[in-house]
C-alpha cells in the first residue's frame, strides 16, 4: 500500500512540477505552448478561409470548447490522471508479476530506423483509436460518455477538445498493453502525438480541404463532418467515419459513409435537444443516464 501511495504524491508532485515548467519555459520541445500554438493557427485559418462563411468567428460554445482544451489536456491530469495512471502502472506490473512476468516488451523496435518507428507507432496507434472510437458508438454506456463529444452543434477546430474525462481513461487504458509491449521511446511519443492532434484538429475545423486522393487515407473535415451528422442513415445507426487521422480504416472494413460535401449538414446529438450545455452538466450526464437505465 506504501508503494501506491508513493505512486500518488510523486504524481502529484511531479506532474505540477512538470505544468509549471512547461508554462514557464517555452521550447521546440514544449507541449503546452504547442498545443496552444497550433489551436491559434487553425483558429486563424478558420477566420480567413471558412468553409461555412455564415458560421460566427466565435461559433456557438467556443468558450466552453477552449475550457474543454485547458481542462482535458493539462488540468484533469493535474487534479486526478496522472496520479491515477501511475497507481495503475503499478498495479498491472505487480499482476504481471504475479505470473512471473517482468518485461512487458514483446517487440522491440529501436533498432529500425527513426522515421520507421514514428510510422509505425502512428499506424499502430491509429487503428487502436480507430477501433476503440468504434466502440464509443456500439456500446451503450460508452457511447453515454462519448455523447459530450457529439453534443457540439457548430464544429470547428476545438470542438475535438469536447470530451468527457472519462475517455482520457478508457482511451489511455485500452491502448497501454500493446503499446507498452513496443518498445517505443517518450520523444517518439511526443511527435506523433502532437502530429495526430494537429490532423484531429484539422479534421473538426470549419475548413474546407481538397485531398484529392489522400481522401481515402487521410481523414479530413468534410468526411469527418459526416461522422458528427445530427441525422445518421439507416444504413448506419451507430454511426459511421471512425477514423481519428486516418479514414484508412474506414474504407478498408466498409465503416465509410460520405454521400457528399455538405458544409451545412446538421451536426449534433440526434433526438437530445434537451441535452446540458454547461461543463458541469455535460460531465455528470453520462453518470445519470448509465445509472438510471440500471
Do not use: C
Amino acid at each position: 500500500m506504501e508503494k501506491y501511495i508513493k505512486a500518488i504524491s510523486d504524481g502529484y508532485y511531479g506532474y505540477w512540477n512538470y505544468l509549471i515548467n512547461e508554462i514557464l519555459h517555452p521550447s521546440w520541445h514544449n507541449y503546452f505552448y504547442w498545443l496552444v500554438g497550433a489551436s491559434f493557427v487553425i483558429w486563424l485559418l478558420e477566420v480567413f478561409f471558412p468553409w461555412r462563411k455564415n458560421q460566427p468567428i466565435i461559433r456557438e460554445h467556443f468558450w466552453l470548447d477552449i475550457f474543454y482544451l485547458f481542462w482535458n489536456y493539462f488540468l484533469f491530469a493535474l487534479v486526478a490522471y496522472n496520479a491515477l495512471s501511475m497507481v495503475a502502472v503499478e498495479a498491472f506490473n505487480d499482476f504481471l508479476g504475479l505470473f512471473g512476468i517482468t518485461n512487458t516488451i514483446a517487440i522491440k523496435v529501436d533498432q529500425l530506423p527513426g522515421w520507421l518507428q514514428l510510422v509505425l507507432i502512428f499506424i499502430i496507434r491509429d487503428f487502436m483509436q480507430w477501433t476503440i472510437h468504434m466502440m464509443y458508438h456500439h456500446v451503450g454506456w460508452m457511447w453515454e460518455f462519448h455523447k459530450v463529444h457529439h453534443s457540439t452543434r457548430e464544429m470547428g477546430f476545438a470542438a475535438l477538445l469536447r470530451y468527457h474525462w472519462m475517455e482520457n481513461i478508457l482511451y489511455r487504458t485500452l491502448e497501454y498493453i500493446p503499446l507498452a509491449m513496443i518498445g517505443f521511446g517518450i520523444t517518439d511519443f511526443f511527435i506523433v502525438h502532437i502530429f495526430t492532434l494537429v490532423l484531429g484538429q484539422l479534421g473538426h475545423a470549419n475548413l474546407y480541404i481538397p485531398l484529392g486522393p489522400f481522401r481515402y487515407i487521410i481523414n479530413g473535415p468534410q468526411m469527418h463532418l459526416w461522422h458528427h451528422a445530427k441525422n445518421l442513415p439507416d444504413s448506419h445507426p451507430h454511426g459511421f467515419n471512425y477514423g481519428i487521422s486516418l479514414s484508412l480504416w474506414d474504407f478498408l472494413f466498409r465503416t465509410n459513409y460520405w454521400p457528399s460535401d455538405d458544409e451545412n449538414l446538421p451536426v449534433g446529438l440526434p433526438d437530445e435537444e434537451n441535452y446540458p450545455e454547461d461543463f458541469i452538466g455535460q460531465n455528470l450526464a453520462p453518470f445519470q443516464r448509465i445509472f438510471k437505465k440500471k
